[in-house]
């Protein structure tokens, strides 16, 4: 399983027994056959190969990918930019433009690569159907990658947009990480505290005061 490559699998493997890394290993051989699923096989763990460990200074959190052709490719909230941006995904950059500038791309690959950890909550969703794995396996290894954050000694910042990201507040220190909570971005409901919120400013300013590099949200 591609997980085992990854830099956080020594601390996952401490987090999840063996029967449920087992029970991951089975369900993504088994959704492969005969449907079609996003993201790729081989883009289902893209968010923490992007992103390690040591390097995380921001997490986002999703809830799970885009379910419609092209747009999934196992970063949270982003698409491609050969693909158009989805409406959560255009009000995320409103907001970005307002608080910082504007940003040219939608595809947010340069962000995980300077250490921000686009996680999705489920890893995978079957064509057309929002949320269709959810409950399943993925839960437990994703709150596991939060927890192991949440653990690391270096200071981070956890965005959370919306009740479901908020749900997983319960595993973070907040003594020594910075928890910035508003509306989800979703057009349903953007306007109830999203918009304003200016999660990018205030995440560059808690890593600077920190002693960690800014993100450079606009690259």
């Known amino acids: 399983m591609l997980l085992t490559n990854t830099s956080w699998a020594p601390y996952i493997k401490h987090k999840l027994s063996s029967e449920q890394l087992a029970e991951i290993k089975a369900f993504l051989d088994n959704i492969y ?3 079609t699923i996003f993201p790729p096989r ?3 763990f893209a968010a923490l190969f992007a992103t390690q460990l040591k390097n995380t200074k921001v997490v986002i959190m999703g809830q799970d990918p885009y379910h419609e052709f092209g747009q999934a490719q196992g970063l949270s909230f982003s698409v491609p930019d050969t ?3 989805p409406p959560s995904l255009r009000n995320i950059l409103t907001e970005l433009t307002t608080d910082i500038g504007k940003r040219a791309s939608h595809d947010l690959t340069s962000w995980a690569t300077q250490g921000v950890l686009l996680l999705n909550a489920v890893l995978t969703v079957p064509e057309g159907h929002a949320n269709a794995h959810a409950g399943g396996v993925w839960e437990p290894l994703t709150d596991a990658v939060i927890q192991i954050a949440s653990e690391d000694e270096n200071p981070k910042v956890f965005i959370l947009w919306g009740k479901y990201a908020q749900s997983k507040r319960k595993f973070i220190d907040e003594s020594r990480h910075l928890v910035i909570v508003s509306a989800h971005p979703s057009p349903l409901s953007a306007y109830r505290g ?13 890593l600077s ?3 960690r590099q800014a993100i450079d949200w606009l690259d």
Request: glycine content about 12%; charged content about 20%.
């Open 33 to 35: 056959q005969g449907q």
């Open 42 to 44: 081989d883009r289902v």
């Open 83 to 85: 693909t158009t941006a």
């Open 194 to 206: 999203f918009f304003g919120s200016q999660p990018f400013s205030k995440a560059n300013d808690f």
């Open 209 to 211: 005061k920190n002693g």
